[in-house]
Antibody, heavy 119, light 110 residues
Framework: QVQLQESGPGLVKPSETLSLTCTVS??????????WGWIRQPPGKGLEWIGSVYYSGRTYHNPSLKSRVTISVDTSKNQFSLRLTSVTAADTAVYYCAREPGGDWLDYWGQGTLVTVSS | QSALTQPASVSGSPGQSISISCTGT?????????VSWYQQYPGKVPKVMIYEVSKRPSGVSNRFSGSKSGNTASLTISGLQAEDEADYYCCSYAGSRTLVFGGGTKVTVL
């Protein structure tokens, strides 16, 4: 059974960079079948797809966030990561990582981690 | 890439059937048979209920079904039960390996 777990700081100051890592267990991140994605959900609001990465390192982004987002993969650690620069209070959200079969749906999700942007 | 449009809320009595619509454009829902639906309880992780318009993952009740016509996809819940009360989100492939979500629909069982 594949499991995903997000990790990273729960508090980030405005204008700084949010960094999160997703560790995959129970399966290899090296797969031609899956992309590995990031999704966020501000408190009381809906889901927003941030972007995804293929094991080769190729990345895909939500156009509205693309200029601030970097997604990377470390196959040696079975992890992938998210960096979001120049954060504001609007970036406060629960951040989820998930597996994307074929890049078109999300089957396994992490538990999510709340990141608050505040000074 | 704009969010897909869902009704804010839908309600029904136990045993009834309800449908949730998800309207996109010819660039997302209308172009691909790649719409998925997620159920989310408060404070919990979303769970996929339908993928690729009408496919059900193993373990999902057959009371949940999906369909699509043009730029609009729909999730139907038959034989509504109290445990179906949750938020539901649609999601569509939008080309170039990107995804877009709907705003979410709160389902209330009366």
């Amino acid at each position: 059974q594949v499991q995903l777990q997000e990790s990273g700081p729960g508090l980030v100051k405005p204008s700084e960079t949010l960094s999160l890592t997703c560790t995959v267990s129970g399966g290899s991140i090296i797969s031609t079948t899956y992309d590995w994605g990031w999704i966020r959900q501000p408190p009381g609001k809906g889901l927003e797809w941030i972007g995804s990465v293929y094991y080769s390192g190729r990345t895909y982004h939500n156009p509205s966030l693309k200029s601030r987002v970097t997604i990377s993969v470390d196959t040696s650690k079975n992890q992938f990561s998210l960096r979001l620069t120049s954060v504001t209070a609007a970036d406060t959200a629960v951040y989820y990582c998930a597996r994307e079969p074929g890049g078109d749906w999300l089957d396994y999700w992490g538990q999510g981690t709340l990141v608050t942007v505040s000074s | 890439q704009s969010a897909l449009t869902q009704p804010a809320s839908v309600s029904g009595s136990p045993g009834q059937s309800i449908s949730i619509s998800c309207t996109g454009t010819s660039s997302d829902v209308g172009s691909y048979n790649l719409v998925s639906w997620y159920q989310q309880y408060p404070g919990k992780v979303p769970k996929v209920m339908i993928y690729e318009v009408s496919k059900r993952p193993s373990g999902v009740s057959n009371r949940f079904s999906g369909s699509k016509s043009g730029n609009t996809a729909s999730l139907t819940i038959s034989g509504l039960q109290a445990e179906d009360e949750a938020d539901y989100y649609c999601c569509s492939y939008a080309g170039s390996r990107t995804l877009v979500f709907g705003g979410g629909t709160k389902v209330t069982v009366l």
